[in-house]
């Protein structure tokens, strides 16, 4: 019996398959075993498809963009009509100047000021980030097969099939998984079974599992099995 057996098995319909356990050292270059956590880097098994990249889903981003519109034409329209009305020669907007004055009678190194301007700063940065950011970041996006179709996956949903891999695992009572955009993070319980061989077999179950998901780009697996705590 070859060292492969040593697993539990995936078959090809996707059911996890228990196999004979046969005592083996783990290979260092598939998993990074540990007492705490097992993970490995994924070897990307599903063959790239002809639709193209598969990249990130853009936010359309339409109420933040029509709230920051308003804002912006409001405060125009208000700072223009009070310029229009000083040229007509009626008296300037109590706002402007208060705030004309604050300007010429507080010098540049004033708190406000630096607080001011600090906040005018941090407020163009977000938006700029906002603008050169795809968000969305809630969605995986899938492998693309075709150029006409895009697929994504939710991360939630993700997590959800996961989850369901890992309960089917002999010996997981609960088990939480996250899904990330770069790493799965599974937490189990484990009730009975020696630890070791009950994250051997969520290794195999799990890293079969993320690869069934069909992802662009494959994320990493960390695993942590432990005990249920003791009741007092």
């Not at 996707?14 to 050292?25: C, D, F, N, Y």
């Amino acid at each position: 019996m070859g060292p492969d057996n040593a697993l539990g098995g995936a078959t090809p319909e996707g059911h996890t398959q228990r196999l004979p356990v046969i005592e083996r050292e783990p290979d260092p270059a598939e998993f990074d075993q540990s007492a705490s956590a097992a993970a490995y880097e994924p070897v990307p098994v599903l063959e790239a498809g002809s639709g193209g990249r598969a990249g990130r889903f853009w936010s359309p981003r339409r109420v933040p963009a029509a709230l920051l519109a308003l804002v912006a034409l409001g405060a125009t329209g208000l700072l223009l009509y009070d310029i229009a009305a000083v040229r007509a020669d009626h008296s300037a907007m109590r706002w402007r100047r208060e705030l004309a004055s604050q300007l010429a009678d507080r010098p540049l190194d004033n708190v406000w000021v630096l607080v001011g301007a600090g906040v005018a700063m941090a407020l163009g940065l977000w938006l700029l980030i906002l603008a050169c950011t795809p968000g969305l970041r809630a969605l995986l996006p899938m492998r693309r097969d075709s150029a006409d179709v895009r697929a994504g996956l939710d991360r939630d949903a993700a997590a959800l099939v996961l989850r369901d891999r890992a309960m089917e695992v002999s010996g997981v009572q609960s088990a939480k998984v996250r899904v990330g955009r770069s790493k799965v993070a599974v937490r189990a319980v484990s009730h009975f079974r020696e630890l070791d061989d009950v994250r051997t077999d969520l290794d195999a179950a799990l890293g079969a599992g993320i690869r069934q998901l069909g992802l662009a780009g494959q994320p990493g697996l960390s695993v942590r099995v432990g005990r249920p705590a003791k009741k007092r």
